[in-house]
């Protein structure tokens, strides 16, 4: 059986993330103890260290359920052609209709614990390098499809989507306001009519 398996017949472990995941979003990295997220998950911190290397690995983990479970809604629930510009154009609508997640709480925190863990700082960066991996894919595809130009870079295209998303996270912490969807979704089909040859 291999760890993937393990992981997801894991009933503790998913105990585990969904309590780090509540007491990240509450306390941040920083201020988030083990020892909490074992008793919020009605555990001991032998559950943890038994399954994660430590608090970076359990941060890792709450982020990659609660972001995938996201992604999964958003293109269940979106009625796209499958063409890769239709699903940049579905991802960046989305940013003004969503509602606050745990995840971006958790994304958020994990950012800011960045700046002082180096451990917390490769566990950011392989999770922002991995999404892009899968938006190289929509890219390259895009690039083939004709609705997006072969001499725009590949990197400058996955950087703005990531600084566009990234920035509407920030906006989100302070309560900014966002513009209403449909001129929102008016620029973004757009911008991305103006990536194509």
Request: aromatic letters at 6%; charged letters at 30%.
């Amino acid at each position: 059986m291999t760890d993937a398996v393990r992981e997801e017949d894991d009933p503790i472990r998913e105990r585990l993330v969904a309590a780090a995941a509540l007491v990240f979003s509450e306390k941040g990295y920083d201020g988030a103890r083990v020892q909490e997220i074992a008793k919020r998950a009605g555990l001991t911190t032998g559950a943890i260290y038994g399954r994660f290397t430590g608090k970076a690995a359990l941060l890792r983990a709450a982020i990659e359920s609660y972001s995938n479970h996201e992604m999964d809604d958003l293109f269940a629930s979106s009625r796209f052609e499958g063409r890769a510009a239709d699903i940049l154009t579905t991802v960046g609508s989305h940013l003004v209709t969503r509602t606050p997640t745990t995840e971006q709480a958790l994304l958020l925190e994990a950012f800011v614990a960045s700046r002082r863990d180096p451990e917390v700082k490769k566990v950011v960066r392989d999770l922002i390098e991995e999404r892009g991996r899968h938006m190289a894919a929509l890219v390259a595809q895009a690039k083939k499809d004709g609705h997006v130009a072969h001499e725009l870079d590949e990197l400058a295209v996955i950087r703005f989507c990531h600084a566009v998303g990234l920035g509407f996270l920030l906006f989100e912490a302070i309560d900014i306001s966002l513009p209403d969807a449909a001129p929102w979704e008016s620029l973004i089909a757009r911008m991305v009519a103006a990536l194509a040859d």
